[in-house]
């Protein structure tokens, strides 16, 4: 099933965090958090300004993003948690 985000929404798909610390100790399913880094999977076309134009988004798919603990909307597709957000939720995009 494939998804296509509305204006200034975007699809984006939790990446997984370390499951150890750095001494290797490994952290359980219940004590980790839920993490913060998301990969874009797809953008809407833009948001709809006061004037009737139309800005593009900033982040585009394949960007790896940053996002506040409790954004967005956690929704299932095809059996994998994606979270339906807003750009302005988006803290920044982490560059390589």
Known sequence: MKIRPLHDRII???L???RKTASGIVIPDAAAEK???GEVLAV???KV????SVRTLEV????????GKYSGQAVKVDGVELLVMREEDVMGVVEA
């Open 60 to 67: 585009k798919v394949g960007d790896r993003v940053l996002f």
């Open 35 to 37: 993490p913060d880094q």
């Open 16 to 18: 997984e965090e370390e």
């Open 12 to 14: 984006v798909k939790r």
């Open 44 to 46: 809407g076309k833009g």
């Open 49 to 52: 300004q006061e004037d009737g």
